[in-house]
């Protein structure tokens, strides 16, 4: 068993905390550098655990959104756009990936949410809804948080 | 990080020939402080005659870098400096160089503020027993900066002077620019902000005021005893409604992980002190295009500081951090917010 990518992280945070950052005390503006750097390591640590799972469970939701927006009277070009990325899939779990699936997705959701924007429309309203909370949970799923300083 | 020796050389060649009554100038210490991502920043010590006989003087040199978190021109925060030296705690703003002519970039000097630092805002309680003191005089200061007829200083000679009724359209039009030129990937949440700002806009204030433009925690310093020394950091200065800048210093990001001002005090006690100090009175449907406006502004302010690194533009680290920890954050924040005001509106 080797050590997780996090726990790697992780690790060379706590060498900066311990190791490094006391011998810079008298160069400030290293040691300012150094503690962004060990704060980008934490960061990374909790990222290197999630991301994947993060993305792939959103580009799931964004899809169902699709799915739902399918049958809606959008422009045929968005139309047509929304029921392409409905039927979409995740065929790696590499992040670049799925990052590049996800920006793909977010782009349609953009022009569509713009379109549900723009009606009072029952389907409308219901998607705008839908939209905001895919966006609401999304954002609180990518989160990182600080360690306590 | 050190300025070189040639830079030191002409440096002091410049200062001797700028600064009143001195003479023989040299600089006796100087390193790079950190953090000022948007300006290379420098303190410097000098030594030089005087007609009073040998003195002593710290500095701060604020040089342009290849690359910024804000592109500013560095008059302008010249001139905010030299235009609150006296009305706020603010250092005086000594010397300017426009070009390339001293240093190879452009730069200006300013007095150094020594004996106080400046909070990191993702510090949960930075200002400890003094918080509510600290935050009283925050607040304070901004409605005394707001107070300040903006012809009564330098700054409708480098900035333009909107008019009332488009405070928030220039404002809101330049930072969407920013945003489309420098999102890396679409970016839904923001996007719907900006919808949701122009379908939303305030009324215009009752008067124009100077707009700081970054007031918030971590922009200043203070002694350690309840007491703030400095406003800083004013590139982004400008001319307009002066609940911009209000609702910048209350954003939730700035709010040390609390969900007071400044971690210390409520927003009706902030905003009392604020009214007080510019006669200005709270006008709170403005203030919540100002407040969600806030947001999006970080947001151009972040996904411009990927955008700098990505490119390999600037690899200082305070671009990543920025670029990805405040990118979420602000996400976060007007997620939450849209997701929960009625459909259309702004809260």
């Given amino acids: ?149 | 990080m050190m300025l070189s020796a040639e830079d030191i050389a002409r440096l002091e060649a410049f200062l001797d020939s700028t600064l009143n009554d001195a003479w023989g100038l040299k600089i006796v210490d100087q390193f790079r402080i950190h953090g000022g991502a948007s300006r290379e920043t420098y303190s410097l010590e000098v030594a030089y005659d005087s007609a009073g006989g040998p003195k002593r003087r710290g500095l701060i040199l604020r040089r342009d870098p290849e690359d910024s978190l804000i592109d500013t021109e560095r008059a302008l925060e010249f001139a905010a400096y030299r235009s609150f030296h006296g009305r706020a705690p603010v250092p005086e703003a000594i010397a300017l160089v426009a070009d390339a002519s001293v240093l190879g970039k452009p730069f200006f000097v300013m007095e150094r503020i020594d004996g106080g630092a400046a909070a990191s805002p993702f510090q949960a309680d930075p200002y400890g027993a003094h918080r509510e003191t600290i935050a009283r005089q925050f607040f304070a200061h901004l409605g005394a900066i707001a107070r300040v007829d903006p012809y009564d200083t330098e700054m409708p000679g480098v900035v333009d002077t909107p008019d009332p009724e488009r405070c928030w359209a220039r404002e809101l039009d330049y930072w969407a620019g920013v945003i489309a030129a420098d999102a890396l990937e679409p970016q839904p949440i923001v996007e719907a902000a900006i919808r949701r700002l122009r379908a939303n806009p305030p009324p215009p204030p009752k008067r124009l005021s100077v707009i700081h433009g970054d007031y918030r925690s971590g922009n200043f310093l203070h002694d350690g005893a309840g007491k703030i020394l400095a406003i800083l950091d004013w590139e982004m200065a400008h001319i307009g409604d002066a609940l911009e800048d209000l609702a910048w210093a209350l954003d939730p990001l700035w709010s040390h992980g609390s969900d007071m001002a400044l971690g210390a005090i409520s927003h009706a006690e902030a905003i009392a002190a604020w009214e007080q100090a510019s006669g200005l009175t709270f006008d709170p449907v403005a203030f919540r295009w100002w407040s969600l406006f806030a947001s999006v502004k970080g947001m151009a302010i972040w996904l411009s500081s990927s955008r700098a690194f990505a490119d390999g533009k600037n690899t200082d680290p305070v671009l990543a951090f920025s670029g990805w920890y405040c990118t979420l954050r602000h996400d976060d924040i007007i997620a939450r917010r849209l997701a929960a005001a009625p459909r259309g509106a702004l809260a």
């Fill in chain 1, 1 to 149: 068993m080797k050590p997780s990518l996090s726990e790697l992280l992780g690790g060379g945070a706590m060498t900066m905390a311990t190791g490094v950052l006391p011998l810079l005390e008298a160069h400030p503006y290293g040691r300012g550098n150094a503690t962004i750097v060990m704060m980008l390591l934490m960061l990374a640590a909790e990222e290197a655990e999630k991301q994947a799972d993060v993305l792939a469970a959103e580009n799931a939701r964004l899809r169902g959104v699709f799915a739902r927006a399918a049958d809606a009277p959008l422009p045929e070009d968005l139309g047509a756009a929304v029921r392409a990325a409905a039927a979409g899939r995740d065929d790696s779990l590499r992040v670049s990936a799925l990052q590049a699936e996800n920006a793909r997705l977010r782009g349609v959701l953009v022009a569509l949410h713009t379109a549900t924007e723009a009606t009072d429309a029952p389907w409308g309203v219901a998607l705008d809804a839908e939209i905001w909370s895919l966006l609401r949970d999304g954002a609180a799923a990518r989160l990182v948080q600080l360690p306590p300083m």
